[in-house]
């Protein structure tokens, strides 16, 4: 008995491993990766080194390695990297102000859903050499700057009904809560909701949202002091039908333009008129897309100790 019962129990262990590993591999159906990130970046180890010597001796490099962890190609002129935190002069004058040598290719679900990694690429600043004499040893930090273009692409659904007071045998529901997929970024898409408007118009609402711990800018500012605390976003939507109008952007039209984040995020209203001639008398779902670009600027320090070289 104890047999038969183990061998039932491990017949349907292997049953569930098999629906849960997707049985011959079938494609996937998901949209986009998700998450928050972006652009990752770190120095090398050993580049600077941890410790150097003064007098000119010593020359050095110092080398970041540049991942594209999220969803958004980003062409090379549009990354800025510098150095700062220390006085040029006192390193021999290096170059501390760069582009990438190659466009950060997004990562992405290929048709089969797998996860293709975006480009990783490394870049050296060199030259770097403490010309001084020091009285004693001394630690400087190096500060590595990222300024760079993002963006992120989401997709939610609406729901279009020629009688909005019909109540059963739906093709689909207008006021609820609906899912938003939005492709991985440090601002993200959130909190899709539907609902009727009027007689003749559907709303929906949405948060444009910062999740990253980096800093927003209006794009194209290249993270300009004057512009990197508006926490400005451009944000575009689209349901591909007309009689699409939206509130809570500026600087644009109807349905793009920028919004400025308070506290980390913003609501965005949209009403879509299901009164003419293209949409009356029909009922359907329809995706509504909704992107977002701005410029982002995050840092990373490493500490290098000068050591005084005696004689």
Known sequence: MKKQMLMVLAVSLIVLAGCKGGGDGGTSTRSFIGGTQALEFNFVEGSPPKEVFDGGNFP??????????????????????????????????????????????????????????????????SNFNFIRKLPANNEFNIRAELCYNYGTT??????????????????????????????????????????????DKVGFNFEVVQRGSGRVAKIDSSCDDEEINKDKVWVDIDTELPGLTCSGITDGNATSGFTKLFGGKRLIRCTQDTSLPEISGKDFEKKVTINARFDYKEHKEIGILVKHATG
């Open 60 to 125: 050095f490099d110092a080398t970041l390695n540049i991942q594209n962890k999220g969803e958004f190609t980003v062409n090379k002129e549009k990354i800025n990297i510098t150095l700062k935190g220390f006085f040029p002069g006192d390193f021999n004058n290096p170059v501390v102000n760069k582009n990438p040598d190659e466009n950060m290719e997004k990562s992405f679900i290929d048709s089969e859903g797998n996860i293709i990694p975006g480009t990783v690429t490394f870049l050296t600043f």
């Open 154 to 199: 989401a997709q939610g659904d609406i729901c279009i009904l020629d009688d909005l007071t019909q109540q059963n045998d739906l093709v689909c529901v207008v006021n609820e809560k609906k899912s938003v997929d939005s492709s991985s970024s440090p601002i993200q898409i959130e909190n899709f909701v539907e609902n009727v408007a009027g007689t």
